[in-house]
């Protein structure tokens, strides 16, 4: 029940592209839902977050869409950048409670020219 | 001002040896988090430190594994008699307590068992 289920294990895109990475949650206690980016080499950095009260979160080119009825969440990367190309990690908390995230198994974007 | 910062960067060992991985977290971040990532692989949870709470080592996956943190600051992650499915980068975090899901990532320490 603590699982955070993350596809696809890998993704590639053209430059200029839509790149669309998905998750879901069994835990209906968890209400924060960041995303983390990481580089290799480098540990993970917070890219967007969002709680469940919004259905959309937009910051620049990243967008959290978020479903709750069906415990699901999406990060979207508008006009994908090679510099975008990274490991993606959706995470689960609960914001008042467990002090403790639980991580997506990550998705390697790769943006290809 | 400066981030989480793990030490070594690297580390070779031969299996059966103890290692000791050190993070200093960000200063005034009370709550500690040890992480493994396996090549390729998502981020295991092992440990976390809150404050002078007791520690949470409910993803310690043996008694090989153990951490301490002195002074509500910098933590140790010791693992004793290393296997090779040890092998893997260990990622400390820390975070203001409350704010778990702003956790601030050091660059890892590489530990391969040979």
């Known amino acids: 029940q603590q699982q955070v289920k993350q596809s696809p294990q890998s993704l590639i895109v053209q430059k200029g592209g839509i790149s669309i990475i998905n998750c879901a949650y069994e835990?209906?206690?968890?209400?924060?839902f960041p995303w983390y980016q990481q580089f290799p080499g480098k540990g993970p950095a917070l890219l967007i977050a969002?709680?469940?009260?919004?259905s959309e979160k937009k910051e620049g080119r990243f967008t959290i869409s978020f479903n709750k009825s069906a415990k699901q969440f999406s990060l979207h990367i508008m006009d994908s950048q090679p510099g975008d190309s990274a490991t993606y990690f959706c995470?689960?908390?609960?914001?008042?409670?467990?002090?403790?995230?639980?991580f997506g198994t990550g998705t390697r974007l790769t943006i290809i020219p | 001002g400066a981030g989480v910062s793990q030490s070594p960067s690297n580390k070779v060992t031969e299996k059966g040896k103890d290692v000791e991985l050190r993070c200093d977290p960000i200063?005034?971040?009370?709550?500690l988090y040890w992480y493994r990532q396996s090549l390729g692989q998502g981020l295991e949870f092992l440990i976390y430190f809150q404050g002078n709470s007791a520690p949470d080592k409910s993803g310690l996956p043996s008694d090989r594994f153990s951490a301490e943190r002195t002074g509500g600051s910098v933590s140790t992650l010791t693992i004793q008699r290393t296997q090779q499915e040890d092998s893997a980068v260990y990622l400390c975090?820390?975070?203001?307590?409350?704010?778990?899901?702003?956790?601030?990532f050091g660059p890892g320490t590489r530990l391969t068992v040979t």
């Open positions: 200063s005034g971040h009370t709550a």
């Open positions: 975090a820390s975070s203001l307590v409350g704010i778990a899901y702003e956790q601030y």
């Open positions: 835990n209906t206690a968890f209400d924060y």
């Open positions: 995470a689960a908390t609960e914001y008042f409670g467990n002090e403790k995230l639980t």
């Open positions: 969002i709680r469940p009260d919004v």
